[in-house]
Structure formats: C-alpha cells, structure tokens
C-alpha cells in the first residue's frame, strides 16, 4: 500500500472527465474489501470528494473534457484540497487509512462499480504534506515532478499515465 495510517501525505493528479453526470473513481485505495481506505472520486454533480472516513467536498465544479489539477493534502489529520493549485476546501479527516488494497487509479481493486470515463494523468504520491507553494509549482509546470525543497525519498508513487512511461513506485 501506497498510503496507510494516520500520517502527513499528498495525492495530486490532473484530471479531465467525459461526463460529470456519474461516480468517477480517480485513485485510492478503498474498495469492498477495504472501506477504511481513502479514495478520491468525481460526484456526480461535478465536485470531487476526498474520502477518508468522512467526506471532504469541492466548491469547483468541474465541466466534462477540462482538464483540472487536483491536489489533496494531510496534516496532522487536517486535510486541503487544491483545484488549479488554489486552495479550494479544507477541512480534518484524521481516520487511519487501512492497507488491505493496493492503490489503484481509474477503478478500485474490487470496487468496479465507479470505473472513471476520461482521462487521468501524473498522479503522484507523496507522504509528507506539500505546501501551497509546492502545490502551485506542480500545477504551473508540468514537468516538476518533484518539488522544490521536497526529497526524492518523500515521492512514494508515480504514474506518469503517457504512453511508454510506465509507472514508478
């Protein structure tokens, strides 16, 4: 597992649904068989929700074929969440992250009812809480993979999701 327990983390990713007008499954790890996972995943009326043993819920309503910037923090249980590297919610989600499944993207490991219709790239995984500026400088240059002043130590999961890339974990 990518992400467990109750420590600091980061999950950014860019993401550009078909259709706002369904459940989207982005990435996580939550599942039949592990409901205290955590899960990112597009509502239906078009915000996205971070989940974590309760809901955390975006004011931006994404529109169908956008691409958006996605970017969900911890600390210390209190939880942002970035749209277009600007704070968008916050709020605290300090349940632990159990690690029954592993991380998945676009479709849970046995929660197939969610599969996500559009595209997802760059996902990555870090497991400290980035700041704002580090939020910002991953949404405004697209080839930073790694942060400033964030160590290569701290990126525990890359998906670059581009045809050839592979992924890194």
């Known amino acids: ?13 860019w993401i550009n649904r078909a259709t706002v007008n369904t459940y989207d499954f982005i990435c996580g790890n939550y599942g039949t ?3 205290g996972g955590i899960e990112v995943y597009g509502k239906i009326d078009g915000t996205v929700i971070l989940y974590i043993g309760a ?5 931006t ?8 910037h996605y970017a969900a923090t911890r600390t210390s249980g209190a939880c942002k969440v ?15 992250i159990v690690g029954n499944n592993d ?10 009812s969610e599969n996500f219709d559009g595209k997802i790239a760059d996902v990555k995984v870090f497991n400290v809480a980035l700041s704002a500026a580090n939020i910002k400088e991953l949404y405004d240059d697209s080839k930073v993979i790694i942060p400033s002043n964030i160590s290569q130590t701290n990126l525990k999961g890359w998906w670059p999701l581009v045809d050839g890339a592979g992924d890194y974990a």
Do not use: H, K, Q
Request: net charge negative.
């Open 1 to 13: 597992p990518v992400i467990t327990g109750t420590g600091d983390f980061t999950i950014t990713a």
């Open 33 to 35: 068989g592990n409901t």
């Open 55 to 59: 809901a955390l819920t975006t004011s």
């Open 61 to 68: 309503v994404m529109t169908a074929d956008t691409w958006y």
């Open 82 to 96: 970035y749209m277009n590297g600007v704070l968008d919610v916050s709020g605290t989600l300090a349940s632990s």
């Open 103 to 112: 991380f998945s993207i676009g479709n849970g490991e046995d929660y197939t």
